[in-house]
């Protein structure tokens, strides 16, 4: 199993710009492992953000195509999300999660969760 640690959340002003850390540990190999970014804004479910395969391949939610970007370093084991143009509205706890199939990355499905990152977008 893969435990993942989140970091990089503030305080920004609408329009700015943040980079999100996902920092991986554990036995396994990090390479292999689908890696997603989601989003719980207060009173609101859980969302995917953005995901990126074992091979690289990139996946959005629709509201941050163009503006987020998933990346990932599998010799520092870390996914990041550069965040820019934000809005107050993504306002919300990020999290990061690895799966070794990427139909959990998309499902939402994780075995630890880590604690997220407050990201707070000010108008």
């Known amino acids: 199993q893969v435990q993942v640690v989140e970091s990089g959340g503030g305080l920004v002003q609408a329009g700015g710009s943040l980079r999100l850390s996902c920092a991986a540990s554990?036995?396994?190999?990090?390479?292999?492992?689908?890696m997603g970014w989601y989003r719980q804004a207060p009173g609101k479910q859980r969302e995917l953000v953005a995901a990126i395969t074992s091979g690289g391949c990139t996946n959005y939610a629709d509201s941050v195509k163009g503006r987020f970007t998933i990346s990932r370093d599998n010799a520092k084991k870390t996914v990041y999300l550069q965040m820019s143009s934000l809005k107050p509205e993504e306002k919300a706890v990020y999290y990061c999660?690895?799966?070794?199939?990427?139909?959990?990355?998309?499902?939402?499905?994780?075995?630890?969760w880590g604690q997220g990152s407050q990201v707070t977008v000010s108008s």
């Open positions: 999660n690895a799966a070794r199939y990427f139909g959990r990355i998309v499902a939402g499905i994780s075995d630890n």
């Open positions: 554990g036995r396994s190999s990090f390479s292999i492992y689908a």
